[in-house]
């Protein structure tokens, strides 16, 4: 007869991910990463204001000011996945430190 297999702790599991997710932010890789995003976000503005300046038609301007929209999010989204992580993390352990009762005082150091 087989051993049942071990189920791990879903609460477990889910604090390891976000460890390992929030670890990314540290990265230099990563910040390598945001620069060249916020600049391909600049560079984008920068097209859609020359052609708001060319007198383009509002339907074609919308059309890439929707298509625009929809790629930055797209671009961020691995940013807010790490900071959710990360506050999640700083969030329990708020509420595991408030959880943990107060260490008496040691009275026996008072006559030392």
Known sequence: ?????????PERVL??????????????????LRREV?????????????RIMSGESIESLQRQVDYDRG????????????RNAALKLAEL??????SEPEEAENMWRNYG
């Open 1 to 9: 007869m087989s051993e049942p297999e071990h189920v791990p702790d």
């Open 15 to 32: 604090l390891h991910a976000a460890e390992t997710i929030s670890r990314l932010g540290n990265l230099d890789e990563f910040e390598f």
């Open 38 to 50: 916020e600049m391909k976000q600049e560079r984008m503005k920068t097209t859609l204001s020359g």
């Open 71 to 82: 790629f930055v999010d797209g671009m961020l989204y691995p940013f807010s996945v790490v």
């Open 93 to 98: 352990d708020e509420q595991r430190e408030a």
